[in-house]
């Protein structure tokens, strides 16, 4: 079993900065491929970033030149700096994992979840 602890979220105005950081549990963190998907209110689950046991990354469209997902295998930690904030950003944050290490931008392609993390921008 691995569990995902999400930090960093809160509230930003228009145009800054949060990073936010997923802690994972268990020892074959570096086999997994990590990523981030978000969801506001009244709106689906959507894709955010993910970075596979490789370090490819692919990101959504709406975040791509903004937004970096990195990891760290000797913390067990993947982060995702998120730069030049809008409102639209605005959301729960989840961070997932799947033990195949290959990710993928459907939620099905993740076995574990974390509780999420808010993050709110300001106009």
């Known amino acids: 079993q691995v569990q995902l602890v999400e930090s960093g979220g809160g509230l930003v105005q228009a145009g800054g900065s949060l990073r936010l950081s997923c802690a994972a549990s268990?020892?074959?963190?570096?086999?997994?491929?990590m990523g981030w998907f978000r969801q506001a209110p009244g709106k689906e689950r959507e894709f955010v970033a993910f970075?596979?046991?490789?370090?490819?990354?692919e990101y959504a469209d709406s975040v791509k030149g903004r937004f970096t997902i990195s990891r760290d295998n000797t913390k067990n930690t993947v982060y995702l700096q998120m730069n030049s904030l809008k409102p639209e950003d605005m959301a729960v944050y989840y961070c997932?994992?799947?033990?195949?290490?290959?990710?993928?931008?459907?939620?099905?392609?993740?076995?574990?979840w974390g509780q999420g993390t808010q993050v709110t921008v300001s106009s």
């Open positions: 970075i596979n046991s490789n370090s490819r990354t």
């Open positions: 268990g020892r074959t963190f570096s086999s997994f491929a």
């Open positions: 997932v994992a799947d033990f195949r290490g290959i990710g993928g931008r459907s939620t099905s392609a993740y076995d574990y």
